[in-house]
Nanobody, 124 residues
């Protein structure tokens, strides 16, 4: 049974930082592209960042490029999202995703598995 478990969400002030982590189990982690998506209240889920199985290809949404950094550790079966210079519009539930197909940025069709998400709230 595949499990993706996120951690690290919370409340932070504008301009602050948070680091999200996702622990994966039940899959051959090093064979999967991994990503982060977010869904703000009343909005559709959107792609945030993705990283290929070996870290050789990385993708970001325009809205977070230069502020967020995705990374993975295949030895620990984890993927992380370092979020800096946070803005109120970054407030959302952030979910981890895993896919066996090639990542296509800004889409979710490549995703096979989803985590339940962790809430990030950025106060103004």
């Amino acid at each position: 049974q595949v499990q993706l478990v996120e951690s690290g969400g919370g409340l932070v002030q504008t301009g602050g930082s948070l680091r999200l982590s996702c622990a994966a189990s039940g899959l051959t982690f090093s064979s999967y592209g991994m990503g982060w998506f977010r869904q703000a209240p009343g909005k559709e889920r959107e792609f945030v960042a993705g990283i290929s199985w070996n870290g050789g290809s990385i993708y970001y949404a325009v809205s977070v490029k230069g502020r967020f950094t995705i990374s993975r550790d295949n030895a620990k079966n984890t993927v992380s999202l370092q979020m800096n210079s946070l803005k109120p519009e970054d407030t959302a539930v952030y979910s981890c995703a895993a896919g066996s197909r090639r990542i296509v940025a800004m889409t979710s069709g490549w995703v096979d598995y989803w985590g339940k998400g962790t809430l990030v709230t950025v106060s103004s």
